[in-house]
């Protein structure tokens, strides 16, 4: 409280109320799949194309990863979070530092595993006798160039090899592509004596693991006790995320066949040159291995857990893409309608896409300017668009598809008819109006939850008001409490109804939020509950969907009706 110090009468501001529920986004989508690069089986915030790019590599035929990102932000996605799987196997590349004897000094890996740290090439440079020092200069596989001066080799030292190249210093940027382990010797007072001379080397022996990966891999099915979870699992602890997608569940391995490179020219023997390097490693779309074909088996095992996945965090929802045959022929009507009644997510956390896409490929695989990819990421990318405007209430429908030439199958009246009552939100080329999402609906055989927008809009006032009233957590559960909940709440329910989120000409048609001593009886107050129960009405279907918003002594929950 101010002090004062001359008499007279003064005004103090005071906000009374209870803290204002906020609304939360809904557009940050979690993709898990395979790249060529990158962090494994850590979630990693991306918020462009050219940053996708940068950090997990490009287009490989040997994943769709790249094209649902691409897809994602040029359908107006902003934000997602990138999960990179490889199987048991992967490698980083490595190059081990040895003096003049031969003996192990520092040995220097990739920053994560892959094949593509084998084309990062080192040079070690400017030897300083005087100061004990020496220079590496990195040349990353996209051509990039780096350069670290004055390194030691002690592990205490503020220019120490291994923290400069993980942390730079106030002139030189951390390593995109290299660190540096602990100083194998011990007792090596500088690099000059050392022995250590000028060379230039690639890193050898990062290994992808693509062809040990498995459906575990994907799922975090098998998470390591010590490094922590895997794949679809690493994003539990990402809470922003409310769209997750799996498009490489689908992939169809792809060889592309190696460059037959005419012999390089002879050696002038009058010219003094230095001694070749290393062959340089195969491009990304290359790789020495290729990840395995899954089953139906499979891909029905992933869909199914990627559902669950959404139904036991509750605050997500799962684009699933249809299946394709061995070969990449696209389900026809029977096939697609048999794996559609293969699930049902009661409460509509997924929702399901047919057919695929043709985007343009960079590649040109088999010779062919286009490549059909799952439409999972652009999906994606839509429901993101529609959640900046108008909102999330609107269903992600009647859409026009960025970055889509055509689809793998035609879709009629006739088809839709059969497909969309189930519950197959179709994609259809419109003549006039390019290539449309023509459909909204989840795989819920519940009515109340069979828009996709529905669903999408309860998640986010739950989430609202889970994450805006945890305040009254060990409040005194008296009249005042009670009235401040109702009061936050209804404020922010008539706000979204303001803005045409909800049904109803008035608030009482749109929502209702009711926590008096009718739904909190003695007993309930005195096993430290109090209760909420909110009553909202969806634009569609213009009807009443219940949930309740319980506060037990040490937390809040919230549980649908």
């Known amino acids: 409280m101010p002090e004062y110090l001359t008499p007279g ?5 005071a906000d009374a109320g209870p803290p204002p529920v906020r609304g939360v986004r809904t557009d940050i989508a979690g993709f898990v799949g395979i790249a060529p690069r990158g962090p494994l089986h850590t979630p990693t915030h991306i918020d462009s194309w050219r940053q996708y790019q940068a950090v997990f590599g490009s287009f490989v035929s040997y994943g769709f990863l790249a094209y649902a990102v691409k897809g994602f932000f040029e359908n107006g996605g902003k934000v997602c979070y990138i999960v990179r799987v490889a199987g048991f196997d992967a490698a980083p590349a490595s190059l081990m530092l040895r003096d003049s004897s031969g003996n192990d000094l520092v040995r220097i890996r990739a920053k994560n595993e892959g094949s593509w740290g084998n084309g990062v090439k080192l040079a070690l440079v400017t030897v300083n006798p005087t100061s004990g020092t020496f220079s590496l200069a990195v040349t990353g596989p996209d051509g990039d160039r780096e350069s670290f001066s004055n390194l030691t080799l002690g592990e205490h030292d503020a220019r120490s090899c291994k923290f400069i190249l993980d942390h730079g210093d106030d002139r030189t940027r951390p390593s995109r592509w290299i660190s540096a382990d602990d100083a194998v010797a011990t007792g090596v007072p500088n690099a000059a004596q050392s022995g250590l001379t000028d060379f230039s080397a690639y890193l050898a022996g990062g290994k992808d693991g693509l062809a040990s990966l498995t459906r575990a891999d994907f799922l975090g099915t098998l998470d390591d006790p010590e490094l922590g979870k895997r794949g679809l699992g690493s994003l539990e602890r990402v809470a922003e995320v409310a769209i997750v997608a799996i498009p490489d569940m689908h992939i169809i391995p792809t060889v592309v066949p190696k460059p037959n490179l005419p012999p390089p020219p002879p050696v002038d023997p009058c010219l003094c040159v230095p001694p070749p390097l290393p062959p340089a490693p195969v491009p990304d779309d290359m790789p020495d ?10 891909i029905q095992t992933m869909q199914q857990a990627l559902i669950e996945h959404c139904e036991s965090r509750r605050d997500r ?3 699933l893409d249809a299946p394709v045959h061995t070969f990449g022929s696209p389900y026809m009507l029977p096939e697609i309608q048999d794996w559609r009644s293969r699930f049902d997510s009661q409460r509509g956390f997924a929702a399901l896409y047919y057919p695929w896409v043709k985007v343009l490929d960079p590649l040109h695989l088999g010779g062919s300017p286009v490549r059909a990819v799952p439409p999972s990421g652009h999906i994606a990318g839509i429901y993101a668009a529609v959640d900046a405007d108008p909102g999330v209430h609107r269903a992600p429908a009647n859409w026009e598809v960025q970055w889509a030439e055509d689809v793998t199958v035609v879709i009629d009246d006739s088809t839709q008819a059969v497909l969309n009552p189930d519950g197959t939100d179709c994609l259809r080329a419109f003549p006039g109006r390019g290539i449309l ?28 008001v889970d994450i805006s009233t945890q305040w009254s957590v060990f409040e005194p559960h008296n009249t005042e409490l009670r009235q401040k ?21 008035t608030r009482e048609e749109a929502f209702f ?10 007993a309930s107050v005195d096993a430290g509950r109090i209760i909420t129960d909110i009553g909202v009405a969806p634009a569609i279907p213009a009807e009443f969907v219940i949930f309740r918003v319980g506060r037990t002594v040490e937390e809040l929950e919230i549980v649908e009706r």
């Open 513 to 522: 939020v009711k926590c008096d001593g009718t739904n909190n009886p003695p």
């Open 9 to 13: 009468v003064y005004y103090e501001l």
């Open 317 to 319: 929802v799962a684009i």
């Open 437 to 464: 999402v023509y459909g909204g609906r989840t795989i819920s055989s519940d009515s109340d939850w069979r828009y996709i927008n529905v669903r999408r809009l309860l998640l986010m006032i739950e989430k609202a």
């Open 289 to 298: 291995e290729i990840p395995p074909r899954f089953s139906e088996t499979d």
């Open 485 to 505: 909940l109702v009061q936050s709440i209804s404020s922010f329910l008539e706000s979204i109804w303001q803005r045409g989120m909800l049904a109803g000409a």
